[in-house]
């Protein structure tokens, strides 16, 4: 089938991944990562954690926006995360 009739299928959920970029003494990064933890456990989704310390091109691009949480490399949101918002993102 040509490529321009082919519908986009969403992903399963089993096979998105999260990543969290967080820092270390960060109460919102605590935050978010409880809401990601949950979401993920209930969904059976990847996830990950990365340091923005230990990482200078996350640095550079988050600084300012941490916790910031990215859905298969693609931001979905920051400071705050919405446990409802994130389902929607991994199931649709």
Not at 22 to 37: I, M, N, S, T
Not at 86 to 91: I, K, N, P, S, W
Request: glycine letters at 4%; proline letters at 5%.
């Amino acid at each position: 089938m040509s490529p321009l009739f082919r519908r986009n299928t969403p992903a399963a959920p089993q096979d998105r991944l999260v990543t969290l970029v967080r820092k270390p003494g960060c109460h919102l990064c605590d935050d978010a990562q409880v809401v990601v933890e949950k979401v993920c456990e209930e969904l059976g989704v990847r996830w990950e954690h990365k340091d923005i310390t230990q990482d200078r091109e996350l640095h550079d691009r988050y600084w300012e926006q941490i916790p910031v949480v990215l859905v298969d490399g693609e931001q979905h949101t920051f400071w705050r995360v919405n446990e409802d918002r994130l389902r929607r993102a991994l199931t649709n």
